[in-house]
């Protein structure tokens, strides 16, 4: 297939002492090593910086052994195992001359804003511990004035109190090296001593999805000389490759009847970029259920040219009352995994008619029903509730007048579009490939 797809790298989080710590040896943490774990992990949405990107926020954390202490110094600390050049967060500094990471919070950020303004590093923080009033501190956020401040943003996971106050600060976070591996480093902290504790938070957005991502820090705890202490947290792996999708082709209404037995169409389309052929048929979901699937054992689904571009799309079939449709739902979402592991997502609209009677018929019986309802809280959808909000209501009418005379096909038959679809050519069944 044709999707590029870019190479995994490495974040280091460290002091820049990389070739001399080569050939060092590797081994599993113990307590008093430092290590980073995932603290949250979510998909962005409306209203955040990157709606539909995927946001990661590390700790890295000094570890105390049995006698109460750290033995790791805090050096070079990495995430390996993802593409870092797809880091969206990211910024170019003037005064240190790179692009790095803006949102993180360690020692550095967390002694108000003389000390904060005083390295020049504002431009690389995105907000910073400070006294708002006699014997309280927050959060406070880059004054907007400043070219940078658009990179923003307040420690929701930590307050200033938590982090460790001996590191002096964590500096070129982020970096995209020649041959794409992305890294982030760290100075030491003071006279190279060995911290216990919150060292540093940071933030990373990105398009895939979690999966597992290995950290690695140095440690001289073991043998005096310095070991590679490895584990694994989660990161951003999964590639999420979006397709456009047609639920019901041939209908831009896409009007759905709860109570119809017959079959929902819905096409994938493909692309120059993405060979459909490439999709594991057994991990299609629409709204969570699979294709239907025959007497035989294949899933009801076959590869033509529907829109006449001259490139393969899927054409998939879903029995209706097994698809879980409720009331109030305006989309269904299509979800599945390519051979290489990448998750395929799309999305298209849908129009729930106002049948309320079911009899597959939106006519003046379901109007008389609505009538008798009108102005009633807190009822179903089979007694006039066509948008399910709790209320019928003018809105619900203004769906009624617009699916007024629908009459849908009885029977286990496939909707007229699907019909339309069958004529651009034969259905073939694929036989689903069984797991191991």
């Known amino acids: 297939m044709k999707r590029t797809r870019l190479q995994t790298g490495t974040v280091l989080l460290g002091c820049l002492i990389m070739v001399a710590q080569a050939g060092a040896g590797t081994r599993s943490f113990v307590p008093g090593d430092t290590y980073v774990e995932c603290i949250s992990y979510r998909q962005l949405g409306a209203g955040d910086d990157f709606p539909g990107m995927w946001e990661y926020v590390y700790d890295v954390v000094g570890s105390t052994a049995a006698d109460g202490q750290n033995h790791a110094w805090t050096r070079d600390v990495y995430l390996r195992g993802f593409d870092g050049t797809q880091i969206v967060n990211q910024y170019y500094s003037e005064w240190a001359e790179y692009t790095g990471l803006t949102q993180r919070w360690d020692d550095h950020t967390t002694e108000g804003l003389s000390w904060w303004m005083g390295y020049q590093l504002r431009t690389e923080y995105p907000s910073y511990w400070d006294e708002v009033s006699p014997g309280v501190h927050e959060w406070v956020l880059p004054d907007p004035a400043d070219p940078n401040a658009a990179w923003g943003m307040i420690n929701q996971w930590h307050t200033g109190d938590e982090y460790a106050h001996e590191l002096s600060f964590w500096n070129q976070p982020g970096l995209v090296d020649e041959d794409g591996v992305t890294w982030q480093n760290a100075s030491g902290v003071t006279n190279f001593q060995y911290l216990a504790g919150l060292l540093l938070t940071f933030r990373i957005v990105h ?35 979006s397709v456009s999708l047609d639920i019901k082709p041939g209908s831009d209404a896409n009007s759905v009847n709860l109570k119809s037995m017959g079959l929902l169409p819905v096409v994938v389309y493909g692309s120059d970029e993405l060979d459909l052929t490439e999709i594991d048929l057994d991990t299609l979901l629409l709204n969570g259920v699979g294709p239907r699937l025959m007497p035989d054992g294949s899933w009801h689904v076959s590869f033509e040219d529907v829109d006449g571009d001259l490139l393969l799309d899927l054409l998939v079939h879903f029995e209706m009352q097994a698809l879980g449709i409720e009331p109030g739902m305006t989309e269904l979402a299509l979800t599945g995994v390519l051979m290489d592991g990448a998750e395929l997502q799309g999305a298209d609209a849908i129009r729930i008619v106002p049948d309320f009677n079911g009899d597959l018929m939106v006519n003046a019986t379901d109007l008389a029903i609505m009538k008798h309802s009108y102005g009633t809280a807190g009822v179903g959808f089979e007694f006039g509730d066509a948008n399910a909000d709790g209320l019928v209501d003018a809105t619900d009418l203004a769906i009624l007048k617009a699916s007024f005379g629908f009459e849908a096909p009885t029977g286990a038959v496939p909707e007229p579009a699907t019909l339309l679809v069958m004529g651009c050519g034969a259905i073939g069944l694929f036989r689903r490939r069984r797991r191991p």
């Open 207 to 241: 398009p895939y999805s979690p999966g597992d991502v290995q950290w690695e820090t140095w440690t001289n705890y073991t043998t005096g000389d310095p070991d590679l202490v490895s584990g694994t947290t989660i990161g951003p792996v999964v590639e999420i490759v």
